[in-house]
């Protein structure tokens, strides 16, 4: 078989951007590539700098706390690390007053007072939300326009990734103290684990019925919608049409050609977490465990960058720090927004080979919910085609896993543009617990 058949490539015919221009889409606008190449952060919160004319009112939520909407506004901004704990910083930044002082004065007390009403009326609805807040705040901002209900938002930071939220769910039900209404996870396999321990609820959406089985519990308990892919970033100023053959699928990483230009995400968390359970189940335990003590190997003496987060990864290949390397569409589709040199492989499309890795969103019910039927309210509402569109058309380029939804040219479909990995997710769930295990004793010694 011809290596060039076995990967599909797709280019960013994006022009470039100068390194000082930033990129802030409307509405979700955020600018992941605006962090030093090496820090941990995916998706952080930025803050803007300000001078002696503009005032800025910067709040640190607690873990719990009432919902504070922010709006970010200055062009030229700087990366900020979000607060401890799983909410990230908010903030209200005004534009720059045109009155005196007196006037300003009386401004900045109708707010507080606006401000601390809000914190009296207890929340209607709890969300623990994976999904970047970058991407997910938006929307639930609309569903409390839309149907007035008040919702308390806990999304989480990229330190602990989904694993921190399904912990707090996990702590909350032990202590007889549930506080989560609806988990929206950016992936499936913690997901899967909580049915199996017991604590989801099961409910059928109205608004899920043309989503595919595949995507859907057997027994209701949560529904996948919006995926991402798990695919390679290759940077084109680095690797060449012709070196592009020998980019193709999972063993290509130990290439001698790309000794130390090469790397991957630590599978500890997150979508390679994930994947890395997925290989296992897809693969067979010796070739899986024996991939990953390879890929540790290989890091401990540079032959691999083994790096904190695939957005890093992502950063890395677009400077040209690496060549290329494994992240997801969403972390692609940034670099290609931006305008760096980068195309994306879509990895083992051969005949015979297992295909690319499709990872869904996934929403789901706390058996122990407070609010059950704004519980159920949300799931519906999140769950409609209308949604799955707005997260294609968003800068975090989601795939539709119905194929009737309107999409980018630049989304690309499992089954018509690309082959998907056969998999049962629920098999991936069941076992992660176990997997996550054994591979936190191999790379974190």
Known sequence: MDSSTVGSVWYSTCPTIGPTTRVVTPALGHDPMARPIGEAAEHDETVSK????????LYAQPAFGPTIRGTETSPRSEPRQAAAGSHSLRRIEPKPARCGRATLRILCLIASTVWLASCGRSADLVVYVALDQVFSEELINEFEQETGLVVDARFDIEQSKTVGLVQAIVEEQRAGAPRCDVFW????GHTVRLAEEGLLAAYRPTSAEAIPASFRDPENRWTGF??????LIVNTDQVSPEEMKSIAGLDDIFNARW??????ARPLTGTTMTHAAALYERLGEDRARSFWKRVQAAGEVGDIAIVTSNGELMRRVSSGALAWGW????????????????????PDQGSDDMGALLIPNTVCILADAPHPDAARQFVNWVLRPEIEKRLAFSRSAQIPVRGNVEHPEYVRLPGLDFRAMEIDYADIGRALEARGEELRDLFVR
């Open 50 to 57: 300000t001078d002696a004319s503009q005032t800025s009112m």
């Open 185 to 188: 996870n950016n992936e499936v």
């Open 226 to 231: 919006a995926a991402r892919a798990r695919v």
């Open 259 to 264: 000794k130390g230009k090469v790397g991957i």
């Open 327 to 346: 992240t997801d569409t969403d972390d692609f589709n940034v670099a290609r927004e931006n305008g760096h040199p980068v195309a994306i492989i879509y």
